[in-house]
């Protein structure tokens, strides 16, 4: 039996602009032998900062500007962008979630040094990332997906957040900037990922939402 979701416990929410996260090879590729990513500012999830530089993505049609690297480095190449930059750059990003990266198509990276041909670009999925504490008092269970309700002047529901369960992260729902601007959302402050003025509620789980009731926005 599924856990029933609390939908008196509000839930923060950021808007995630795009941004690339690069493998060390890559960061000596663009910036320079020997390089290392600078910290610029640390992002809300641990371990995480928006670094001092930027990359453009070239892709078959138009190209990005000034994107910022996320650190620290991974062992792969993602390149994040709402539906909207990809149909700019004239590329079918597939939606996916960070590191499912299997069969995503090639773009260019170009930084102060050089050039990249990589593959890895992706729009992302929005996702709730929260510990199995949280997951426990939201009444959520891992693997699955949930609908949530934003408290903005639209009462927006968005179906098929996924969940990101793990130890350390902070409770946060991120969206892209898309997403965002259909909801009415605008973010606090500037960078990569900007907390709203805004909190969301859990609707429903998975399998859950014939029975379950709208919030009041």
């Known amino acids: 039996m599924q856990p029933v979701p609390r939908q008196d416990q509000p839930i ?3 808007i995630s602009a795009h941004h690339v996260h ?3 090879a890559a960061v000596e590729a663009l910036f320079g032998a020997g390089h290392s990513l600078r910290v610029l500012q640390p992002l809300s999830q641990p371990g995480f900062f ?3 530089e930027t990359v453009s993505v070239i ?3 138009g190209r990005l500007e000034r994107v910022r690297v996320v650190g620290p480095c991974r062992t792969a190449n993602q390149i994040e962008v709402s539906r909207t930059e990809a149909i700019q750059l004239g590329i079918d990003a597939p939606l996916r979630l960070s590191g499912d990266l299997a069969g995503t198509p090639e773009v260019t990276l170009s930084g ?3 050039t990249l041909r990589t593959t890895g670009l992706i729009v992302a999925r929005r996702h709730l990332h929260l510990t199995p504490t949280d997951a426990q008092r939201l009444g959520v269970a891992a693997g699955g997906e949930i609908e949530v309700a934003l408290e903005t002047p639209r ?3 968005l179906r098929h957040v996924a969940l990101r369960i793990d130890d350390g992260v902070v409770l946060e729902l991120h969206l892209d900037t898309d997403e965002a601007n259909a909801a009415g959302l605008r973010g606090t402050g500037e960078g ?3 907390r709203c003025d805004c909190a ?3 609707r429903a789980a998975a399998g859950q939402e014939d029975q379950a009731k709208c919030l009041a926005t």
């Open 12 to 14: 923060p929410v950021a």
């Open 22 to 24: 690069l493998t060390e």
């Open 50 to 52: 928006a670094a001092e």
């Open 59 to 61: 892709g078959a049609r």
């Open 112 to 114: 102060p040094a050089g």
């Open 155 to 157: 009462g927006t529901v």
């Open 192 to 194: 990569v990922l900007q």
């Open 200 to 202: 969301a509620h859990v």
